[in-house]
């Protein structure tokens, strides 16, 4: 059984920084494209970062030079280390694994919980 559990979310000042982590288990981490997707009230859940099995990076244009996504295969451990925080980056922040996309956009077939990520202006 995949699982995928988020930590790090909070409340900050805009402009502040936080660093989310999210740890699997029950896949083969190293073998797993994983991502950070977000959900804000009333939008669609959207991609922020993706990182491949070989380090290739991904990321939503609203969140290029202000976010950085990384991992820890000896520890099955995705981060996103996000600076320079906005209010418009307050949403629900979920892991995912097996991240594919589609024409419709990306998706996954494995989710976190989400971590509340808000960010007051």
């Known amino acids: 059984q995949v699982q995928l559990v988020e930590s790090g979310g909070g409340l900050v000042q805009a402009g502040g920084s936080l660093r989310l982590s999210c740890a699997g288990s029950?896949?083969?981490?190293?073998?797993?494209?994983m991502g950070w997707y977000r959900q804000a009230p009333g939008k669609q859940r959207e991609l922020v970062a993706f990182?491949?099995?070989?380090?290739?990076?991904l990321y939503a244009d609203s969140v290029k030079g202000r976010f950085t996504i990384s991992r820890d295969n000896t520890k099955n451990t995705v981060y996103l280390q996000m600076y320079s925080l906005k209010a418009e980056d307050t949403a629900v922040y979920y892991c995912a694994a097996n991240c594919y996309l589609m024409p419709t956009g990306w998706g996954a077939t494995d989710w976190g919980q989400g971590t509340q990520v808000t960010v007051s202006s």
């Open positions: 029950g896949i083969i981490f190293s073998s797993t494209g």
């Open positions: 990182i491949s099995v070989g380090g290739f990076t």
